[in-house]
């Protein structure tokens, strides 16, 4: 099994396996609508503009873009599905601050999700994917209001295979931000309208890897070797 699978820069000890261990057994469980699971990821994108008028090819064909461009600065998309129904939502910011990681928790629990009893969100470690990140821009009962409907599940570190929001970045870059968009306006409605597209034509994140196949193909890995069900019976015959 190659190690860019795993996490080329992830060291496989207990915190990694038991993070593993932990989303796989999430994405494993009965679909429950009071407490859906949401992956949630974020992607810049540079905005860039062009210095002459792109040549419209034949209907069907792509636009040629000239080699020369403009930078028009960047921003930034916040990526959320759920790992168990054909929904989604991207939403597009100047930045990925504090306050934006804090609205975007906000409306979850209030717009999104309003009848769940409690979200579980699967991401990464960033600084700003955190309970800190809500009461350093929220006053602290509204902080604590989100957090008691919201619990998080983060990715061992350096590892994104486990986060279903990258799926689904890496579809929308194919689908949707495969040109040049050279403003925030036509972004967002270039996702806006990707994302409704995708979500009415019942599209969603079929996961195939358990926890027991982890175990199985990655029993060298494992901080104490796995046994087989013959080798653990013997050990523990022979304790007796």
């Known amino acids: 099994m190659s190690g860019d699978l795993w996490g080329h820069y992830a060291k496989i000890d207990g915190e990694y396996i038991a993070r593993m261990e932990d989303l796989l057994d999430l994405y494993t469980e009965p679909s429950d609508p009071k407490r859906p699971v949401v992956c949630f990821d974020e992607s810049p994108i540079?905005?860039?503009?062009?210095?002459?008028?792109?040549?419209?090819r034949k209907p069907g064909k792509r636009y040629?873009?000239?080699s020369e461009y403009k930078r028009n600065g960047t921003?930034?998309?916040?990526?959320?599905?759920?790992?168990?129904?054909?929904?989604?939502?991207?939403?597009?910011?100047?930045?990925r601050a504090n306050e934006?990681?804090?609205?975007?928790?906000?409306d979850l629990v209030d717009l999104d999700d309003p009848d769940a009893d409690r979200v579980r969100i699967v991401m990464d470690n960033l600084s700003t994917h955190t309970a800190c990140a809500v009461y350093q821009t929220s006053p602290a009962a509204e902080a604590r209001r989100i957090l008691r409907r919201l619990e998080f599940h983060y990715t061992p570190r350096h590892v994104s295979w486990l986060n279903m929001a990258e799926i689904e970045i890496g579809v929308m870059r194919r689908?949707?931000?495969?040109?040049?968009?050279?403003?925030?306006?036509?972004?967002?409605?270039?996702?806006?309208?990707w994302e409704r597209?995708?979500?009415?034509?019942?599209?969603?994140?079929?996961?195939m890897f358990s926890t027991d196949q982890a175990r199985e193909k990655m029993a060298k890995s494992y901080?104490?070797?796995?046994?087989?069900?013959?080798?653990?019976?013997?050990?523990?015959t022979?304790?007796?």
């Open 175 to 193: 689908q949707c931000l495969d040109r040049r968009i050279d403003n925030r306006d036509l972004l967002k409605s270039a996702v806006d309208a």
């Open 100 to 106: 934006d990681f804090a609205v975007c928790m906000r």
């Open 75 to 95: 921003a930034n998309l916040f990526v959320m599905v759920d790992a168990n129904r054909s929904w989604r939502k991207v939403k597009v910011t100047d930045r």
């Open 64 to 66: 040629r873009y000239d």
């Open 46 to 56: 540079q905005l860039i503009g062009e210095v002459r008028v792109p040549i419209v």
């Open 223 to 236: 901080p104490i070797p796995l046994l087989n069900e013959s080798q653990s019976l013997g050990r523990h």
């Open 197 to 207: 597209r995708r979500t009415e034509s019942g599209a969603q994140i079929r996961w």
């Open 238 to 240: 022979r304790a007796k």
